[in-house]
């Protein structure tokens, strides 16, 4: 069973910056699609970023040239480098990740993928 870890949330102050880790044990040998959801109670979940194996990167319009997704394969993390956040970024943010030929040539922010971790909580406040 894949495992799916993320860290790095925190509470920051609208203009501040977060970097999230998103530790798993897919195979990075094989063909995969990686990406970052938010959630908050008031808003469905949401695609923020995603990533392929051929690092073809993906962003929600909303976090285009603020947000930035980048994968170490040595080291097996994803990382999710967040600038000039504002309030509106506030939300758990979970990572998922699946191997395939089919999670990867559909790649993107929306993609539901098979392996999700627990999230962990980003707080901006104004």
């Known amino acids: 069973q894949v495992q799916v870890t993320e860290s790095g949330g925190g509470s920051v102050q609208a203009g501040g910056s977060l970097t999230l880790s998103c530790t798993s044990s897919i195979n990075t040998n094989l063909r995969y699609c990686m990406n970052w959801f938010r959630e908050t109670p008031e808003r469905e979940r949401e695609g923020v970023a995603a990533?392929?194996?051929?690092?073809?990167?993906y962003y929600a319009d909303s976090v285009k040239g603020r947000f930035t997704i980048s994968r170490d394969n040595a080291k097996n993390i994803l990382l999710l480098r967040m600038d000039r956040l504002q309030p509106e970024d506030t939300g758990l943010y979970r990572c998922a990740a699946e191997t395939g030929n089919a999670p990867y040539n559909r790649c993107s922010i929306s993609r539901q993928l098979r392996n999700w971790g627990q999230g962990t909580q980003v707080t901006v406040s104004s």
């Open positions: 990533i392929d194996s051929a690092g073809n990167t």
